[in-house]
């Protein structure tokens, strides 16, 4: 069995500026300021992706009518025709959603 290293700490010293560039970074990201530092002095790129939490609150909108729509199914439930047309308006607004993304582009930190 490998032995953990031993974690250490890293303290530095930042000028107002650079302390609130590093807040910027860690509120477009969304990541720890740790894995900010790690990801940037083992060269790895960081992303910056626009409308990340309207992305992720309408796969989950997706998903949950999917399932809804798979127990109508099952129970063959007369209201399957409105889900279906629920869910086709929101993959339409997710696909539109995917095609700003990437006219945007995703952005390097």
């Not at 300021?33 to 989950?60: A, F, G, R, V």
């Not at 007369?78 to 700003?100: R, Y």
């Amino acid at each position: 069995m490998k032995k953990k290293s031993p974690r250490l700490q890293l303290n530095i010293r930042l000028t107002p500026e650079q302390n609130e560039l590093i807040k910027q970074k860690l509120e477009q990201t969304q990541i720890s300021k740790t894995q900010l530092i790690i990801d940037s002095i083992n060269n790895n790129p960081i992303y910056i992706i626009p409308n990340l939490e309207q992305t992720i609150s309408q796969i989950k909108y997706l998903g949950n009518k999917a399932n809804e729509l798979s127990n109508k199914i099952e129970t063959k439930d007369e209201n399957t025709e409105k889900l279906l047309q629920e869910i086709q308006q929101g993959c339409d607004e997710f696909w539109q959603l995917l095609k700003s993304l990437k006219q945007e582009k995703q952005k390097r930190v």
